[in-house]
């Protein structure tokens, strides 16, 4: 069964870091894009960052771009999401999901399988 255990979440100040991760559990990440996903209360799900499968493609919504950074460690099954300079406006609700492709994009249809979520907030 594949399941995915997310960490990393959690309170920081505008301004600030925080490095979310999505350990893989039950499959290996090799053969799998990887996004990143959020969703505050009452809105849509939108993506924000999401990397190919060897790691050599990338795509980020405008909002994050320049701030975050994704990045797959395939070795420790493991995928990770560097967030710098953030700001009150991206607190959320953060997923990672996964689909088996080479390439990725930040449509949520693009993938079938999800974790649970970690929450960031941004508050002072």
């Known amino acids: 069964q594949l399941q995915f255990v997310e960490s990393g979440g959690g309170l920081v100040q505008p301004g600030g870091s925080l490095r979310p991760s999505c350990a893989a559990s039950g499959f290996t990440l090799d053969y799998y894009a990887i996004g990143w996903f959020r969703q505050a209360p009452g809105k849509e799900r939108e993506g924000v960052a999401c990397i190919g499968r060897n790691g050599g493609i990338t795509n980020y919504a405008d909002s994050v771009k320049g701030r975050f950074t994704i990045s797959r460690d395939n070795a420790r099954n493991t995928v990770y999401l560097q967030m710098n300079s953030l700001k009150p406006e991206d607190t959320d609700v953060y997923y990672c999901?996964?689909?088996?492709?080479?390439?990725?994009?930040?449509?949520?249809?693009?993938?079938?399988?999800w974790g649970q979520g970690t929450q960031v907030t941004v508050s002072s």
């Open positions: 999901a996964a689909t088996r492709s080479s390439v990725c994009g930040l449509s949520r249809e693009w993938y079938a399988y």
